[in-house]
Nanobody, 123 residues
Framework: VQLQASGGGLVQPGGSLRLSCAVSGFTLDYYTIGWFRQAPGKEREGFSCIRRSDGSTYYLDSVKGRFAISRDNAKNTVYLQMNSLKPEDTAVYFC?????????????????WGQGTLVTVSS
């Protein structure tokens, strides 16, 4: 089971980025995929997920209305569209997989993790 996040970079405040999470060794209908981020000196926090069975989504209030999670089962890839980015969104972003019918952003409920991708929001 492998996950690989990509698409990070430097963007100005108010800008947009799309992150991708490519998975291998399993298909998206077996795992809920979550997005997490870790800013310097802070704990890793979950902020969005997409459930394996029906594609139900969840967002933390801090990103609701700005970020959108989606998936392409044919490509075995989950996406995170990030709009209206703020400096406080600067962090390393990770995707992870949780077994079962869960809608959760709790770090400890995710079994598999990918390497992160750095997002820097700065003028």
């Amino acid at each position: 089971v492998q996950l690989q996040a990509s698409g990070g970079g430097l963007v100005q405040p108010g800008g947009s980025l799309r992150l991708s999470c490519a998975v291998s060794g399993f298909t998206l209908d077996y795992y809920t995929i979550g997005w997490f981020r870790q800013a310097p000196g802070k704990e890793r926090e979950g902020f969005s997920c997409i459930r394996r069975s029906d594609g139900s989504t969840y967002y933390l209030d801090s990103v609701k209305g700005r970020f959108a999670i989606s998936r392409d089962n044919a490509k075995n890839t989950v996406y995170l569209q990030m709009n209206s980015l703020k400096p406080e969104d600067t962090a390393v972003y990770f995707c992870a997989a949780a077994i079962g019918e869960v809608v959760t952003i709790k770090v400890y409920e995710y079994e598999y993790w990918g390497q992160g991708t750095l997002v820097t929001v700065s003028s």
